[in-house]
């Protein structure tokens, strides 16, 4: 399924509705951020989209110091200082957050994605939710990023774990259900979106994705015979 999966796609408002949905977690996560004077930051290298860091024929090395790069970039488009390092099989990062920031920095994240730069606000998620694991937006957001990209696993595990955090939440229902179709699991995304609707009937995404699923698995009508 394409343009038919509507949830996916890059209108503000889809993505609106998502952050809305998440609002208590905007403000812990602004308070949490505002407040702090140095964060350390972490990223797996294996979790990061390496089609969005570097091209295929780069070195490990030139994978590790794009992602440096990118880190330290992205960060400081949040706003205040940031270097970053990395160690192991992680990229570690220093960000000092800058005192004057007013707006908070997951709807900053959530934007940067909506608008199709997945390149910082991937890096970005990823960074955060080392300090704020269970932040439902950044996991939402980044879920359904991910999902746009094909790294279907762990859309799916970010999306999931979403939906423990925050189970009445229908638009997580939605987009997990299209990460699940798009990995062939056609009939758990059809329980997901049964699931959504019953959370929330009036959840539009959830039936135009659910009619255009069901719509491609149902026999087409027989063709009337030319009079």
């Given amino acids: 399924l394409t343009t038919s999966w509507s949830m996916i796609r890059h209108a503000s408002s889809t993505w609106s509705i ?107 998620s990823e960074l955060l939710l080392s300090v704020d694991p269970d932040n439902t937006g950044l996991l939402f957001n980044l879920g359904m990023a991910l999902s746009d990209r094909r790294k279907l696993d762990r859309a799916i595990f970010l999306l999931r774990r979403a939906i423990e955090i925050e189970p009445v939440s229908s638009d997580a229902q939605v987009a997990l259900a299209v990460a699940l179709e798009r990995s062939g699991n056609t009939d758990s995304a059809i329980q997901q979106l049964l699931h959504a609707i019953e959370l929330d009937p009036s959840n539009s995404y959830a039936h135009r994705n659910l009619a255009a699923l069901l719509g491609r698995l149902l026999p087409p009508p027989p063709r009337r015979g030319v009079r």
């Fill in 18 to 124: 998502g952050i809305s949905g998440c609002l208590s977690a905007l403000v812990l996560s602004s308070v949490f951020v505002m407040n702090a004077k140095n964060l350390h930051l972490k990223v797996a290298l294996s979790s990061l989209d390496r089609g969005l860091v570097v091209d295929e024929k780069a070195s490990d090395g030139e994978f590790r110091n794009a992602a440096c790069e990118l880190a330290e970039r992205a960060l400081r488009r949040l706003g205040g200082s940031a270097n970053a390092s990395d160690v192991g099989e992680h990229i570690i990062a220093n960000w000092t957050p800058d005192p004057d920031i007013n707006v908070d920095p997951v709807q900053q994240i959530a934007a940067m994605l909506s608008a199709g730069n997945y390149t910082e606000g991937t890096m970005l």
